[in-house]
């Protein structure tokens, strides 16, 4: 957390069918309607489970917590089996107050009792940020050459485009079996 930035309580939850409409019209998130129906839909098939971070009763926060690891064969070779964290956003006017970190924990927690003993995720090289926040909460990076993650989204002007991010891995280690 940055100095002196007030600490924000969020309640950490899991989404539920009426909050994708909220999703799908915030200005923060994707900008992608079809990406939360399917993250909500993954979490109906026990996928994934879609967190949300509430604060005041809004959703200030979200990330998508995906069972069986990072997409695309050239990770799932190179690192150990692990869940992985997708796609975690804060709300701008409300970053550095705990919220990640407070859905980061519940993750973790997940995913430990699920039996799984580790939890991954992709960050961007330039995000000097994120790095700081999850080598605070106990995520070291994976010795491995890094990629580039691609997703779809909308122009300003509602094409739709791609964005991409050139990223390295990071995992942390929940389970029982942590070194």
Excluded at 16 to 35: H, M
Excluded at 90 to 99: K, M, P, Q, T, W
Excluded at 170 to 175: D, F, L, N
Aim: net charge neutral.
């Amino acid at each position: 957390m940055k100095v002196g930035v007030e600490k924000t309580h969020a309640l950490v939850r899991r989404a539920e069918s009426d909050d994708v409409p909220t999703l799908i019209a915030a200005k923060w998130t994707a900008n992608f309607a079809k990406i939360h129906t399917d993250r909500f839909a993954m979490q109906a098939r026990d996928d994934a489970f879609y967190l949300l971070a509430l604060v005041d009763d809004a959703i200030a926060g979200h990330l998508l917590l995906k069972w069986d690891g990072p997409d695309g064969d050239m990770l799932r070779r190179q690192i150990a089996p692990c869940a992985e964290i997708e796609d975690l956003r804060v709300v701008e006017a409300l970053r550095s107050r705990g919220i990640g970190s407070a859905m980061i924990g519940e993750a973790a927690r997940l995913t430990a009792a699920r039996g799984q003993p580790r939890l991954g995720l992709a960050v961007g090289l330039d995000n000097d940020c994120a790095h700081a926040l999850y080598a605070r909460l106990g995520f070291v990076r994976v010795d491995i050459p890094d990629f580039d993650v691609r997703w779809p989204c909308h122009t300003p002007t509602g094409e739709l485009a791609w964005g991409s991010e050139r990223c390295t891995y990071m995992i942390k280690h929940v389970g029982k079996d942590r070194p």
